[in-house]
Structures are given as structure tokens and as C-alpha cells.
């Protein structure tokens, strides 16, 4: 990940992350993923490919930040007053926004360019999985580890929208949080 | 998928076909994901770019090709006699192939070249699935829905494969096994 030291609202440097964050987005909803190199998202941000290797590097370290930014904070973490609540508008949230194919052109374009891709577009969502399950706790409730809920929770609905033809509604991924919830295998 | 209605075993098109499928192998296995091109496939397999282009027309397709002839029948269906001991071994089976680091960025490369990808390493996992779950229907036993197991055991399996910072162990996968056939949740 790059560390971006430099922004400052309205600043030159963040107009440029903006621009740079914009043209990625719109070069992956385009089809092709082959598409995707440095000289092509600078002339399309309008600005020069050198501007974009020194501050990324490489496409994958460019699709990675874009990815971790797109998906930090823009789902909101819901307070219901349950547990069982909170999961289920937080689930059907987020499979509302993987129904979008922007967002699942970007979520694969980053898996595809390096083994890092696909922790860029989830650990926002495991710290906002780990804040709700705190938060339980915090009211005196038992909650599952987070990592049992991370398997059993996000890993089929992200399967189905990567690797299944199955859609992954939000009332079928509110439902998955009936079966952590009755779970009673060993945790792992 | 391209219909690949010339092989014969032995023959100039099963040939190239493997010197194709193998040239794709090993430059997907060398780090940078953006060098897949039509043209570097072609030089390394020692095929003109032309021969590529016609039978697989993109690095999409040619990926989706590769992908599901490396993912089709390198996993056996077990036969131990009883739905948790095919379901534990298989699943130990599968977590091992993807615990190879060249499996891995066959899969992440697969899935950045379109959306098509994912489907194509996991077809005939589901097949096989549900192969087991028929068996143990004919052995006169009760089994889970396939798409609930596929939900339940490929879900947390192919994401902590992709998504995940976690190690996805043979153990740990054989251990998903219970929580499937304890899943007491209604069938969604």
C-alpha cells in the first residue's frame, strides 16, 4: 500500500489521487481489464504517467488503493440494539453493494493483479464485522469469534458474487445470519 | 468458452493446446499479472499470435480455458462410505490444491480478466459436490441442499483463499464440514 503523506483536502496532491481513483474506476467498468496500465489511466486522469509511477508504482499497488478506499466506510455499521439486527441490515447492506457491477468489475481487477488484491477490498469489512460483534459484547451479550463469522458470513457471499452464477441477494445473505447465529460446531 | 471441437489425442491441435495452456501457466506463475498478453503466450508457447487469437479470440477466454481444464477431475471424489467422511476428505483435498501458490494466481488471474473467470475454476467443484450428495442420497441417507453446501464449505474455503490474510489448512477446511451437516437454519 502507498502511503498517501502528502494529501491535504483541496490540495494538488489530492485532486490528483482523486482524478488518478476516478479514471481506474472507469477504465475497469470498461470491459477489458487488459486495458488497465499506468499511461492509460494517466491520459485519461489527465495527468502525466510519470506523476502515477512515482506515487503508485504499479497497477497493482494503483487498484489495490483504489479498492481500500472505494470499499472503507462506505457502508455504514448499524446499531438495531441486537446482534441478530445488526448483522442483518449490515449483510443486506453489503450485498446491496456488491450487486453493483462497478463494484464487482473493481473487486476483481484488483484480485486479478496480485496476491494482495482481495485483502484490499475486505478489511474494512472485518473491522466493521469485528465493531459489531464489540459492540454486543459491550452490551453483555455472547457473539461469535469474528473470524467464524467472517467464514460464515462474508465467505458465501463473496463466493457466490465471484465464483458462483447464483445471484447473492441482501435477503439471502440476512438469511445466512441465522446459521451463524445457530452454529454449534467447535469454533476453529 | 471456446468449444474445442479439433483435439485429438496426439495431434498438432492437442499440441498447441498444451504448449498454449502451459505457456499461460508459467507466466501467470511469474509474478506480474500485467504481461499476459496474447502475444507473450504465443512467443513462450512457440505458436504464431494468430493461431492464439483464432482459437481462443482473448486472454479472457484463453484463461477461462486454462482454468477449467486445471480445475476439472484434479480433485478425486471420495468414497468412504458415510456424507461426513466424503465431505472431510474432499474438503482437505481441495484446500490442499489451493494452498499452491500457483493455483492461487491461476485463479486470481482468471477472475481479473472478466466475469466469466470465477465460474470456470469452480464448475466442476460444484459438480463434484454434488456428486457426494447424491451418493449419500442414494445410500439412503439425508443431505443438505448442494447450493447450501456450497454456500457453507466453498464459501469460507475459496474466501480465505482470495480475501483473506488467514491460512485456509486442510484441518481447518474439514472442520467446516460441521458446521454444514449441524446447520440447523432454515434452507434459503
Redesign the interface.
Known amino acids: 500500500m502507498v502511503e498517501d503523506v502528502h494529501v491535504r483536502p483541496g490540495g494538488r496532491s489530492a485532486r490528483v489521487r482523486a482524478s488518478v481513483h476516478r479514471a481506474v474506476e472507469e477504465l475497469v467498468g470498461a470491459e477489458?481489464?487488459?486495458t488497465l496500465?499506468i499511461p492509460a489511466v494517466a491520459a485519461r486522469a489527465g495527468v502525466h504517467p510519470t506523476t502515477v509511477y512515482r506515487r503508485w508504482g504499479?497497477?497493482?499497488q494503483l487498484l489495490a488503493d483504489v479498492a481500500t478506499s472505494r470499499f472503507s466506510g462506505d457502508v455504514v455499521v448499524p446499531d438495531t440494539g441486537s446482534l441478530a439486527g445488526d448483522l442483518e441490515r449490515w449483510m443486506g447492506d453489503v450485498a446491496t453493494d456488491l450487486a453493483d457491477p462497478d463494484v464487482?468489475?473493481l473487486m476483481?481487477?484488483?484480485?486479478?493483479?496480485?496476491?494482495e488484491?482481495?485483502?484490499a477490498?475486505?478489511v474494512d469489512r472485518?473491522e466493521q464485522l469485528g465493531a459489531i460483534i464489540e459492540r454486543e459484547r459491550a452490551r453483555g451479550g455472547a457473539a461469535p469469534d469474528v473470524?467464524r463469522a467472517?467464514?460464515?458470513l462474508?465467505?458465501?457471499?463473496?463466493?457466490?458474487a465471484?465464483?458462483?452464477?447464483?445471484p447473492a441477494s441482501s435477503q439471502?445473505a440476512r438469511?445466512?445470519v441465522?446459521?451463524l447465529l445457530?452454529?454449534?460446531?467447535?469454533s476453529?
Open positions: 477489458s481489464a487488459d496500465t504499479s497497477v497493482s464487482l468489475a476483481r481487477a484488483t484480485i486479478g493483479s496480485g496476491p488484491g482481495g485483502c477490498c475486505t472485518h473470524e467472517v467464514d460464515l462474508l465467505g458465501p457471499l463473496y463466493y457466490r465471484v465464483f458462483s452464477s447464483r439471502w438469511g445466512l441465522a446459521s445457530a452454529d454449534r460446531a467447535p476453529l
